[in-house]
């Protein structure tokens, strides 16, 4: 997902504001545009290759300043120095400013089959300006969206492990205010071990946190309290190039319980189990 946005910082003339009209090209495919004070083109991008921006004065003879804003994902990002975003910690509040047309971004990681509880507060601001929220999955797509005047309530059922993206912003164009934001239900940024989860005979185990294109090795035993050099190996396998690892394999119904361990190189061991 691409989302941009453009917006005048101040008005041209006491009487006349300036209109900005952008528009983005799409490698063989027709142009997206939109017109306004604060305005934004939201796109899924289908096509690998060189996108452009073209922003120009609504009006005729109309001049004037602009802010642009980016955002892509999935893709790393940084955040501009007095800017806020990046990443979330569970149940923990942050606190920013959204100039007109401006956007934050925030990340978190979660395991597959949570529920994931965003709060946007509204702080102060002018009139109308009110949080609006806008949830990516870790290939782009939007998963959900919430907006209020005063507090908007994100809560989202996760199908998959891995990266999520939360972009904040106005709720209503040319409003300007100050925000806070707290996530529950996310995982902090280290190596972690999901709950497995067992449907009949089928085990699913799933990690996140872990380095990009590292080895793990998951070990198993029935008793939680065994020695863990003697925990036997069960399955080795690569994190994949965001650091998650999700994969499907039989349970046996008759044990009471088993328990797993994720290891990656020297790290510590991260333990889960299943009753």
């Not at 453009?6 to 952008?22: G, Q, V």
């Amino acid at each position: 997902m691409s989302c941009l946005k453009a917006s005048s910082p101040r008005p041209l003339f006491s009487k006349l504001s300036l209109a900005l009209a952008a528009s983005l090209m799409e490698p063989g495919k027709s142009r997206r545009t939109t017109a306004g004070r604060d305005v934004e083109i939201s796109a899924l991008v289908t096509n690998s290759g060189i996108y452009t921006v073209v922003v120009n004065s609504y009006y005729g003879n109309g001049t004037g300043d602009y802010i642009l804003t980016l955002v892509h994902t999935p893709g790393t990002f940084r955040v501009a120095p007095g800017d806020q975003g990046g990443a979330l910690t569970n149940a923990v509040a942050y606190e920013g400013a959204l100039e007109t047309g401006d956007l934050d971004v925030w990340t978190f990681l979660a395991c597959r089959a949570t529920t994931v509880t965003v709060n946007a507060e509204k702080l102060g601001g002018t009139g109308s300006f009110g949080p609006r929220l806008r949830l990516h999955g870790k290939n782009g797509a939007l998963l959900a969206n919430a907006q209020h005047a005063t507090a908007a309530l994100l809560t989202y059922k996760t199908t998959n492990t891995g990266p999520f993206t939360l972009v904040i912003g106005s709720g209503t164009a040319n409003q300007n205010g100050t925000y806070r934001i707290t996530a529950t239900g996310i995982v902090d940024d280290h190596l972690s071990l999901c709950s497995p989860l067992v449907a009949g005979t089928n085990l699913s185990l799933a990690g996140l946190g872990g380095t990009p294109q590292a080895t793990f090795v998951i070990y198993t035993s029935t008793e939680v309290t065994t020695p863990t050099a003697l925990w036997s190996p069960y399955v080795t396998n690569q994190f994949d190039s965001l650091g998650l690892f999700e994969l499907l394999s039989t349970f046996n119904k008759n044990e009471p319980e088993r328990f797993f361990r994720l290891l990656e190189q020297q790290d510590e061991l991260s333990g889960m189990g299943i009753r």
